[in-house]
């Protein structure tokens, strides 16, 4: 089963570098999927802190995302790279709870990947599905699914 | 002398976050652990009062900062920056800029001018409202006291047609009829929006500030429920349904009416006001180079209020627009031209985006004006325009609660209302009547362009 079909709330942090058009490309998956899924627009994925990812599991985001360039293409040189280090440390953080550290995951763009951000969530969320809803979820603070 | 018009201001703080112009990049990797981190050190204690919005992911970092700067020169392995926000950047579009949406955050909030520091860096002229200066030469010194000091200003302005020569009878008693004539302490009425989340939330605020500030609320017929109806004192209904549907009862809580100029606004306008003969009728043209010659016809046909609407970025409709502050000149000098122009009402609205707008649209020639997108945005709106899309707002705007709304309209119309004091003062004028159509006192830049080099390049 897919992300999709499998009912989880996504989050996505990105760097907007990758799409100038980032804003106008990710309506149509936001409108179809309504508050189901989250784009959290960075201005370098080195800007990703621990307290982000965490904030998003918490507020209901079964799945986390941050998407970012390819590794030796960050404009601010090794900002994908702090962030690769930022996004290990919080999945042992996560598994140390006893939540899947499959759940906060990093992708860095390839050359087959598209371009636009709408259509790289669009990937993802057909990606099979390894974690369930979160148990984080049912008492989350809800601002996820609320706002 | 009546009391002074005063709006009551008060705090109320965002819902969200500010996007703000720059932000705090601080890298956590290769920090030296100093005995005493330069964030400590912050006077403002950003980084201790550090907080997340987790619906936005907004760190408070950046709209705490007071950029200083301190913590950027004093951290030794240089692991603190501060960029431009390219979030900001991407604020609104080319007409409401970020600068426009920011400064109208800052204004819903405080009921304050906003003040940018010593001397004007901006550019000198640019397209629109930029391209015309208003004269200032009154201002020979600081006042002792200030706009709100002794001096008196009247905003105040009547909607409604006018007399042009009383009759009177043998016994010296008035016998001509005078018009209705509504006043308004404000020039300033509030429209319809061209984009709005769904839900009776923003009306409703707009409602509650127009009976605060004293003025009106455009509301749709279509749009009008039980919790609406409680407001028809403050609200001017716009017929966009079956007239007929409009019974007497109801008309007799408006004071004015909007009917859309369609094939015989002037026969609508007649049978409402068989109805109510108080009321005022206001017709909603929409601007276009034949605007002058329809506003012409009405007025002679007896129309009593022409309200000129643009499109959110002030321009009118046709293969090549012009700016509302030309057609609206193009307009009212025409009526001058005519003879008519003081019999009628005049309200501009479209692209109206900060408080210069508002004096300046008047110098060319409204009465009045109508605003829209600025009391959204007062109310935290980015201008994204994702609710015409059906995508959900990013700051909830659906369920804003419609008192705080009110309040930061109330803030940024006392901010506007301040600042078109400052403009009269400056002017030396008393009254926001007297600035009408007032062009002697304002200079074009497209104007001054022609004067100066139309000559030029000419042979003999």
């Given amino acids: ?147 | 002398m009546p009391p002074k018009y005063h709006i009551e201001t008060s705090q109320a703080p965002n819902r969200f976050p500010k996007i703000t112009r720059s932000g705090i990049i601080a890298w956590e990797e290769g920090c030296l652990k100093c005995a005493r981190c330069v964030k400590k050190d912050c006077i403002y204690q950003v980084y201790e009062k550090r907080d997340l919005d987790d619906r936005q992911m907004l760190d408070s970092l950046d709209s705490a900062c007071m950029d200083c700067f301190r913590c950027v020169q004093n951290c030794p392995n240089r692991l603190i920056h501060k960029g431009l926000n390219p979030a900001y950047r991407a604020l609104g579009d080319h007409y409401w800029t970020p600068e426009i949406i920011s400064e109208l955050w800052f204004q819903a909030e405080s009921g304050r001018i906003p003040v940018s520091g010593a001397g004007y860096g901006g550019p000198f002229s640019g397209p629109g409202f930029d391209a015309m200066w208003t004269d200032m030469s009154e201002i020979v010194r600081p006042t002792r006291d200030g706009i709100h000091g002794r001096e008196y200003i009247s905003t105040t302005v009547d909607i409604g047609r006018k007399a042009m020569a009383l009759e009177f009878g043998p016994g010296g008693e008035i016998v001509s009829r005078t018009p209705p004539v509504v006043e308004i302490p404000l020039p300033v009425i509030f429209d319809m929006l061209p984009w709005a989340p769904p839900g009776d939330n923003i009306p409703l605020s707009f409602l509650y500030g127009a009976l605060a500030l004293g003025t009106f609320a455009i509301v749709r017929q279509s749009a009008i429920n039980p919790i609406i109806r409680e407001f028809l004192p403050y609200a001017i209904i716009y017929v966009d349904g079956d007239p007929g549907s409009l019974h007497a009862q109801m008309l007799r809580s408006l004071k004015i009416i909007e009917v859309p100029d369609g094939e015989d606004p002037i026969a609508l306008q007649k049978r409402f006001k068989s109805m109510h003969p108080e009321l005022v009728v206001m017709i909603r043209l929409r601007l276009s180079p034949g605007a002058r010659e329809r506003s012409l016809y009405l007025i002679e046909q007896g129309a009593e209020v022409l309200h000129l609407v643009a499109d959110e970025y002030g321009l009118e409709g046709g293969s090549d627009p012009l700016f509302i502050k030309e057609r609206m000149k193009d307009v009212h000098l025409h009526l001058v031209d005519r003879g008519v122009r003081d019999q009628v009402t005049l309200i501009g609205g479209g692209g109206i985006a900060m408080a210069e707008h508002m004096a300046k649209l008047i110098i060319c020639g409204a009465d009045a004006l109508s605003i829209d997108i600025p009391l959204l945005v007062s109310m935290e709106c980015r201008v994204c325009r994702r609710c015409k899309e059906g995508i959900s707002c990013p700051v909830g705007l659906d369920d804003v609660d419609p008192l705080w709304g009110s309040l930061r309209i109330r803030n940024l119309m006392a901010a506007w209302h301040s600042q078109l004091l400052e403009i009269l003062g400056a002017m030396g004028i008393r009254e926001a009547r007297r600035l009408r159509g007032e062009m002697g006192r304002a200079m074009f830049f497209e104007d001054l362009e022609k004067e100066i080099f139309a000559t030029m390049g000419k042979r003999g």
């Fill in chain 1, 1 to 147: 089963m897919d992300q999709k079909t499998a009912g989880l709330n996504i989050a996505i942090f990105f760097c907007r570098q990758l799409d100038a058009n980032q804003d106008k490309n990710r309506r149509a998956i936001e409108k179809e999927l309504g508050l189901r899924i989250r784009f959290f627009p960075l201005p370098c994925s080195g800007r990703i802190e621990l307290l982000h990812l965490l904030r998003a599991i918490e507020a209901g985001a079964d799945v986390v995302y941050l998407v970012a360039c390819p590794e030796g293409a960050c404009r601010y040189r090794e900002g994908n790279l702090r962030a690769k280090r930022r996004i290990m440390f919080a999945q042992k953080l996560i598994e140390e709870i006893g939540l899947e550290g499959a759940r906060i995951e990093m992708v860095n763009k390839t050359a087959e990947m598209p371009a636009d951000i709408g259509a790289i969530a669009m990937e993802l969320l057909a990606r099979d599905a390894k974690v369930s809803i979160s148990p984080v979820r049912s008492n989350a603070v809800a601002s996820f699914i609320e706002k």
